[in-house]
């Protein structure tokens, strides 16, 4: 399996710019999510969802950010508008409710940079 | 009080010693708990997981949990330079299969 995929892999871009972060799933995995990691606060979770619906958006930090899953195997994150204080890696893990038992597969994560 | 703490680090150990990696949490409904590593500019890769109270091996890896005292450890026995990077622990908090991870801590093989 190719393991989870995501794009791009790295994003300059300055504030105020529309910024959309792509990852596809491990194949038959019903699960995913987004994570944000900093250096201050380290790896967050912004939503998650279970066969495509959304159940968990709690974690997202305002209304500029925004995800969809529209079909099992894609998945996308936008932000509109960018601040410099979005900068940082987003991870998109996904995992299957069935044998691997909640055990999260990460991507190499998209390294976003706000100017 | 964070749900998953650990240790920041760095903890720094001698080639060949055993690497003790801690770990607590808040959430008495935690029942699924993980380790994962994560070298510098790279993604978490899963190392093990736990369910049950006690130890579990796998290789040079034993992870122990102990729900009565919330407390998760991870042991790295005969530590190479390679095992040099940043471990998170994580738990499934407050049910489904939401992970909530600790800051992690950065462990440092020295030759």
């Known amino acids: 399996d190719a393991g989870v995929i995501q794009s791009p892999r790295h994003e300059v871009t300055e504030m105020g710019q529309e910024v959309t972060l792509r990852c596809k799933p491990i194949?038959?995995?019903?699960?995913l999510f987004w994570y944000r990691q900093t250096m201050m606060r380290g790896l967050e979770l912004l939503i998650y969802?279970?066969?495509?619906?959304?159940?968990?958006d709690s974690g997202m930090p305002e209304d500029r950010f925004s995800a969809k899953m529209p079909n099992a195997s894609f998945s996308t994150l936008k932000i509109q508008p960018s601040e410099p204080r979005d900068s940082a890696v987003y991870f998109c893990?996904?995992?299957?409710?069935?044998?691997?038992?909640?055990?999260?597969?990460f991507g190499p994560g998209t390294r976003l940079l706000v100017l | 009080q964070k749900e998953v703490e650990q240790n920041s680090g760095p903890l720094s150990v001698p080639e060949g010693a055993i690497a003790s990696l801690n770990c607590t949490y808040s959430?008495?409904?935690?029942?699924?708990f993980f380790w994962y590593r994560q070298y510098s500019g790279k993604s978490p890769e899963l190392i093990m997981f736990i369910y049950s109270n006690g130890d579990k091996e796998d290789g040079r890896f034993t992870a122990q949990l102990n729900k009565a005292s919330q407390y998760v450890s991870l042991l790295i026995r005969d530590s190479q330079p390679s095992d040099s990077a940043t471990y998170l622990c994580?738990?499934?908090?407050?049910?489904?299969?939401?992970?909530?991870f600790g800051t992690g801590t950065q462990l440092k093989v020295e030759l």
């Open positions: 994580a738990g499934i908090t407050g049910g489904g299969n939401k992970l909530t």
């Open positions: 194949s038959g995995h019903d699960y």
């Open positions: 893990a996904s995992s299957s409710s069935g044998t691997t038992r909640e055990t999260q597969y």
């Open positions: 969802f279970n066969n495509n619906v959304p159940i968990d």
């Open positions: 959430d008495r409904g935690s029942q699924s």
